[in-house]
């Protein structure tokens, strides 16, 4: 699977829960409450100021996709 910047958060944690650790690091600390886990990645990241394009990056480089 390709992570992309339309996937829903808790999703991408569900199927890939070591991905958390990149979106502690742009500030989003509390990935289990609702609004965090139903927002998808580019709408968490225009939140928190992060770069979407290289926060899919990472995920992708880490899960292989």
Known sequence: M????????????????ETAEFFFAMGMHCLGCPAARGETIEEACQV??????????????????
């Open 2 to 17: 390709t992570i992309t910047k339309d996937l829903v958060i808790g999703d991408v944690l569900d199927k890939y829960p």
């Open 48 to 65: 928190h100021n992060a770069d979407v394009d290289e926060l899919v990056r990472k995920i992708n480089e880490k899960i292989g996709g």
